[in-house]
């Protein structure tokens, strides 16, 4: 398509884009979509967890972020909460409504699935860091 009938198409079709106020986001998630974790689940976990913030009335503090490959595929799918700097684990379709309501809305731990904290330096899975391995 020339370039000139490509920019009068854009301007035909205005694009209305969501503008959050971040000045109300308190928590911000971060929900791994990379081909491993998609293959446990992610997509519909990572759907489950922004309906249930939507339907909790939390969307304007909690924010969502769907993110590629975050390097933990044994542990799949991945959820990293921030400001938190907390990893979870195994976040797959049949818990995820139950993570967002215990750990997002009730702020109760979830042990069962907690992978990591930053600057810890224990990892709570049975995987191992691999040096020199190429993430999807």
Not at 75 to 100: M, N, S
Request: neutral net charge; charged residues 25%.
């Amino acid at each position: 398509m020339p370039k000139q009938y490509f920019y009068k198409s854009l301007v035909k079709h205005s694009f209305t884009m969501a503008i959050k106020d971040l000045t109300k986001v308190r928590t911000h998630l971060f929900l791994c979509n990379g081909s491993t974790c998609k293959s446990k689940g992610a997509e519909e976990s990572t759907k489950i967890i922004r309906e249930t913030i939507h339907a909790c009335g939390l969307h304007d503090q909690v924010h969502t972020t769907k993110t590629m490959c975050n390097g933990r595929c044994d542990d799949g799918p991945v959820l990293i909460v921030q400001p938190e700097g907390q990893w979870y684990k195994e976040i797959t379709p049949e818990i995820a409504r139950d993570f967002v309501m215990r750990g997002i809305v009730y702020d109760e731990a979830v042990p069962e699935k907690f992978l990591y904290q930053y600057h810890s330096d224990t990892i709570n899975s049975d995987s191992i860091p691999r040096e020199n391995v190429h993430q999807p």
